[in-house]
């Protein structure tokens, strides 16, 4: 390609295109040399329209185009209908276990089939033609214009937008449902959330009919104070039915033993709220354990730099200032769980978080607003 020398340019002839003697071909071809482009090769895929081997490939196409929809619509389907709740812990046999990747499969099976479509269209309907232009900048003439849309309806007649009507029908057909898939997901939205992003397995009136619920780890044991060692860390999860599954997903809690100094720097940083309410216990601390950037587990404990690591984008949050974001893309602490130890030594919760865990959407603020610094 050779850079194109504008003053140089000399004004092509006119060309009349209601002239019944000028072929389309003429005109595309008429619009390509205006844009200094030159045909190099170009050959009908078929020699004659119409043939068995045209139409074979049609089907094929159209195929490819309407099980695309045909998928889309089984997206719809499952993103209303799919049983999507967790009620207990969910094997690998109950529905819900397989709605995330029933939806991942036939989403992904639409778009890879409409894509396919259309590459398969380009490639075996679409005439061969090797093209080489010029470069050149500045706008077209009137003239040039209107030869442009000749060459565009030049364009449509070579995909054979009109003598194939099956093609265009089973194309339309399945972009309609692939659309909807595409805005289905919005009408989740439309969900009143109610309390889920406020209350968590934690809240006693709603969990444990106002009784303080005791922390436990993966396997139900209940945890006691001499099960961490200093500068040690465990996760907790609420002590009640099913409070170690996905049924309560901002519930876990990371349960820290501090360093005596380091609690002492913790209890000097205290924000109010969590001041007013005790929320230690001895040099014990706990954090939830979701990542209020995006909801990752953030477990990674590091005891020298009083560090919390998020693993997923390497977000790190202060343990002895309140778990407040220093490093990353979280801007949200890490909310404290208010919890003791009942008479029988376990550890419990003495109230629900004070603010929401888990990522920070809809600009949730940090803190309630007289304790932001
Ligand atoms: Fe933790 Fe992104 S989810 S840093």
Request: hydrophobic fraction near 40%; aromatic fraction near 10%; glycine fraction near 8%.
């Amino acid at each position: 390609m050779s850079a194109h020398n504008d003053s140089a340019h000399t004004e092509p002839e006119s060309v009349d295109l209601s002239d019944p003697k000028l072929s389309r071909f003429e005109v595309y071809k008429e619009g390509l040399r205006r844009d200094d482009i030159e045909i190099i090769h170009y050959e009908p895929r078929f020699a004659k329209p119409g043939t068995k081997a045209e139409k074979r490939m049609e089907r094929i196409v159209g195929g490819m185009f309407l099980f695309s929809g045909l998928f889309a619509t089984a997206f719809v389907a499952a993103f209303i209908w799919w049983p999507w709740e967790y009620e207990g812990a969910a094997t690998w046999r109950d529905p819900q276990t397989w709605y995330t990747p029933v939806l991942g499969a036939t989403l992904g099976l639409s778009l890879l089939l409409f894509a396919a479509g259309v590459l398969t269209w380009a490639k075996k309907l679409l005439p061969i033609e090797e093209l080489v232009q010029d470069r050149h900048d500045g706008g077209s003439s009137t003239e040039d214009r209107r030869i442009a849309e000749a060459t565009v309806d030049g364009l449509v007649e070579d995909m054979g937008l009109r003598r194939r009507p099956f093609l265009v029908k089973a194309a339309l057909l399945g972009a309609a449902p692939l659309g909807l898939a595409a805005v289905a997901p919005l009408g989740a939205l439309l969900k009143d959330p109610g309390d889920m992003l406020t209350v968590t397995g934690w809240n006693a009136e709603k969990y444990n009919n106002g009784e303080p619920i005791r922390m436990m780890m993966r396997d139900g044991a209940l945890v006691r104070p001499d099960m961490v060692s200093v500068g040690g860390q465990i996760t907790v999860y609420p002590a009640i039915d099913h409070g170690a599954t996905n049924q309560f997903p901002t519930a876990p809690v990371l349960l820290i033993h501090l360093r005596e100094s380091d609690a002492a720097i913790l209890r000097e940083n205290l924000y109010p709220m969590y001041d007013e309410v005790d929320a230690l216990w001895g040099n014990f601390v706990a954090y939830s354990k979701i990542c209020t950037h995006v909801g990752c587990p953030t477990s990674l404990y590091e005891q020298q730099t009083q560090r919390l690591l998020c693993p997923c984008h390497q977000s790190q949050f202060n343990v002895v200032d309140n778990a407040a974001p220093i490093f990353g893309p979280a801007t949200r602490h890490l909310p404290m769980l208010p919890m003791t130890v009942d008479d029988e030594g376990f550890f419990v919760a003495t109230s629900d978080f004070l603010v929401p865990p888990g990522p920070a959407f809809w600009n949730r603020p940090s803190l309630p607003e007289e304790d932001e610094k």
